[in-house]
Each structure stands twice: as structure tokens, then as C-alpha cells.
């Protein structure tokens, strides 16, 4: 049995966090907290958090939560986050390096007042030379470049973490995305981990800790698919291959985007040798089922450039409702590209934005 959305919201219940972040990467990451049961206690500066000039996406990434304004160049309003920080488990914050500390709420004068405490800090770069361990047991960072202190929105982290060059169009055109991945799997998801991680800790020792999240470090741990399938298409081709042309990218007949007649775009994942098959079997091409890198057919081979060829002239020949209808009841990992809005109005995410459910979380019973 399948509960409702909410059912995982007690979870987190008794862990109470301060939020200092703004914008996007630490509201989206108090908000995921938010929704298995922490408290949280937003403290935004006498202005307010950025984000409110975008209505909507202010009340998706906060809504739940307790929100405060206080003075932050008034040493009352510093002295009223720390009675907040007196009793919580966690202060997330998203200030460059060193503001902290020009504060007053560096990690040594809050450990000193709730010595459990765990201070995640989300940063674009890292914290160079930094506490980021214990006020125990200083410890440096492993950041030792000079961008610590360097500004930067998602584009940058983005960009020079090597994965905005890896968004490629076919012809080999740089994307430009709108999906901010650095603030969400970067900053946010990042920062969820170690911020649990460190609170598990803090319970097992009593000793809290400064944690630093790099987004931009975190984007390149990202991409092991990219290190990985490019060494393998370098192992066949004799050099690294473009984004598009990665074994993932683009290469593959049997994982690709695939134009239909209206212009809209087909996604085949038949990764496996099972599922291509299937597919070939309802496009009714028996002479390629065999034709698949499992089977030993590099996609640098013309077998498999025919193949892709056959499929590509077949996928153009009918509109994509047409394709819907027919892979409707094929299981071979095969999808229509939606938009935005068809996907909100699929019955796969019904109700979704109503709950402001932030993950596909299911309690299964």
C-alpha cells in the first residue's frame, strides 16, 4: 500500500535548523528537511531573501517555515540568532568566505555556546585554509586555490566545473541550460548529505562541526558518467570523444533523442540488449536486433550507423502523438520528450505542485 506524500513527514521530527541562506541552493535544502519534519527557522536580513521578488519561487522553497527578519549589522540581531542557535541542531548558511566570522557567528564562538552544533556553510568554490572540521580539532582545508573568495551564480559553478561544456547540442553547440544544477545537485543535495551526516555524528560524540560545500567541486564528483564513458570511447576511437559523441551523448543507436515528424523529439534508453530488441521488434526491424554494442557492434562501425540511420528515418516519419500511441504499451525504454507543462498535466506528477512534495518520496507498507 502506497501512503499519502506526507508520510514521510516525521522523519526528521526534533531536529531544529536555522536558516541563513537565501536565493535558491540553502532554501531549497531546508526546504527538502522541511518536508521530512525538521523545524526550521528562517532568519532572513531586514531586506529579505531575494528570492521574494519571484513570488512563486519563494513560497515553493519556504512555505512551512518559521520566517524571522533581523538586523545583521546590529549586534542585537546577532545576539538573536545565537539565542535561536542556543537550542538548534544545525545553522545552514550560504555567505561567502570570512562573513561568518565578521559576524560573530564563526564556528568557534558558536561552539563554544551549543557545542553540538553542526554549521554547514554552501560556498561556490570552498573555504581555502578554513575550520572546517571541529573548533576541537582545527583542521585545513583541502581548498588551497585563490577562487575561494571569488562571486559566482550557477552559470559559473557550472561552467568551470567542467559540466556546462558537456551540454552540447548535436551539431556541437554550446546549451545553454535553465536548470540550475550547481544550486540543486551541487549545493542543495550536497548539503542535505552532509548536513545529516554531521548530525548523526554530533549525536554519536556530542561534538558539532563547520562543514563547507563546494558546488563547483561537487558538479565535477558529479560527472563520473562523462570520465568513465569517455575513456571507453577513447579505448575504440583513439581519442576523447565530444560531449555529443560520448558513448552516452548521442553515440549509441540505442540511446539518443530521435526527431519525429512535428519537430518533437522521441528518447530511446534501450541501453540493454533486451530492450533494444524489444524495440526493434516494434519497429519492426529484426534485421538490427543483434546489431548493439552488448553484442560487440561498436557504434563507430557502419553496422551500427545504418542501424541508427533506419531508426532516425523511422522516428521522422510520424508525429510524436503517434509514436505515444505505439510505444504506450512496449516496455523497451522508450519515452516521449515532454514539455513543462505536459508534464505537469501528466498523471505521473498529479498533484505534485498542489502538496509541494520537493522529492518523489513513497512510504511503502
Known amino acids: 500500500m502506497v501512503n499519502q506524500a506526507h508520510a514521510m513527514s516525521d522523519c526528521l521530527q526534533g531536529l531544529r535548523v536555522v536558516d541563513l541562506t537565501r536565493n535558491l541552493p540553502g532554501p531549497f535544502a531546508t526546504r527538502l528537511l522541511a518536508d521530512l519534519g525538521a523545524e526550521i527557522i528562517k532568519i532572513e536580513p531586514k531586506g529579505g531573501d531575494p528570492a521574494r521578488a519571484l513570488g512563486g519561487l519563494f513560497d515553493a522553497l519556504n512555505h512551512g517555515k518559521t520566517t524571522l527578519k533581523v538586523d545583521f549589522r546590529d549586534p542585537k540581531g546577532i545576539e538573536a540568532i545565537k539565542t535561536h542557535l542556543m537550542e538548534s541542531d544545525v545553522m545552514l548558511d550560504s555567505f561567502r568566505p570570512g562573513v561568518l566570522e565578521g559576524m560573530g557567528l564563526d564556528a568557534q564562538t558558536l561552539h563554544a555556546i551549543n557545542p553540538k552544533l553542526v554549521i ?32 559566482g551564480h550557477d552559470i559559473n559553478f557550472m561552467a568551470m566545473s567542467g559540466v556546462l561544456d558537456q551540454l552540447k547540442t548535436a551539431t556541437g553547440k554550446q546549451a545553454m541550460p535553465n536548470i540550475q544544477f550547481a544550486d540543486l545537485a551541487g549545493g542543495s543535495d550536497t548539503a542535505v548529505i552532509a548536513l545529516l551526516a554531521a548530525v548523526f555524528a554530533a549525536k554519536q560524540t556530542g561534538k558539532g562541526r563547520h562543514v563547507a560545500v563546494s558546488m563547483t567541486h561537487s558538479l565535477y564528483n558529479h560527472m563520473v558518467m562523462p570520465k568513465a564513458t569517455g575513456e571507453l570511447v ?99 525504454c522508450v519515452t516521449p520528450v515532454l514539455s513543462l507543462e505536459e508534464a505537469k498535466n501528466h498523471p505521473l506528477f498529479a498533484h505534485q505542485d498542489e502538496h509541494h512534495t520537493t522529492l518523489g518520496w513513497q512510504q511503502l507498507e
Open 120 to 151: 554547514v556553510s554552501i560556498t561556490g568554490y570552498g573555504i581555502a585554509d578554513s575550520d572546517t572540521a571541529t573548533t576541537d580539532a582545527p583542521a585545513k582545508s583541502q581548498v588551497q586555490h585563490d577562487w575561494a573568495d571569488k562571486a
Open 234 to 332: 577513447a579505448s575504440f576511437s583513439g581519442k576523447n570523444p565530444k560531449p555529443q559523441h560520448d558513448f552516452l551523448g548521442g553515440l549509441l543507436p540505442c540511446y539518443r533523442l530521435y526527431k519525429t515528424l512535428d519537430e518533437r523529439y522521441m528518447a530511446v534508453g534501450s541501453l540493454e540488449l533486451k530492450f533494444w530488441q524489444g524495440l526493434c521488434k516494434v519497429l519492426e526491424f529484426p534485421e538490427y536486433k543483434d546489431t548493439h554494442w552488448q553484442r560487440g557492434v561498436m557504434p563507430n562501425t557502419p553496422e551500427s550507423q545504418k542501424a541508427a540511420k533506419a531508426v532516425a528515418d523511422t522516428f521522422a516519419s510520424q508525429p510524436l502523438s503517434h509514436w505515444q500511441q505505439v510505444f504506450e504499451s512496449a516496455d523497451v
